[in-house]
């Protein structure tokens, strides 16, 4: 059974940082893409980056770029997301996904997902 399972959400202030982590199970981890997805109150859901098998990250949310860092540990199935300067607008529910290709398709947002982890950016 495929399970994937975000944690280390929070509250955070404006210009803090956050890791997320995505433990997986159920399936074959170092051969899978995984990505994040977040969604914000009242807003559609935003496919963020993803990292290959080969780790290699494709960043499809511009400002993800330069703040947002994916990476995994192969030895514990398990995907981090370390998130910096984090701002009010960061605020949201964000998922991981797991597909065996990274795409900025709804097919891959609506793959294999997990219950998420709430992010709160407020002063």
């Known amino acids: 059974q495929v399970q994937l399972v975000e944690s280390g959400g929070g509250l955070v202030q404006p210009g803090g940082s956050l890791r997320l982590s995505c433990a997986t199970s159920?399936?074959?981890?170092?051969?899978?893409?995984i990505g994040w997805l977040r969604q914000a109150p009242g807003k559609e859901p935003e496919g963020m980056l993803c990292?290959?098998?080969?780790?290699?990250?494709?960043y499809y949310l511009d400002s993800a770029k330069g703040r947002f860092t994916i990476s995994r540990d192969n030895a514990k199935n398990t995907v981090y997301l370390q998130m910096n300067n984090l701002k009010p607008e960061d605020t949201g529910i964000y998922y991981c996904?797991?597909?065996?290709?990274?795409?900025?398709?709804?097919?891959?947002?609506?793959?294999?997902r997990g219950q998420g982890t709430q992010v709160t950016v407020s002063s």
């Open positions: 990292s290959s098998s080969s780790e290699e990250t494709a």
């Open positions: 996904v797991g597909h065996e290709i990274c795409a900025n398709k709804r097919w891959f947002w609506e793959s294999s």
């Open positions: 159920g399936f074959a981890f170092e051969h899978f893409a």
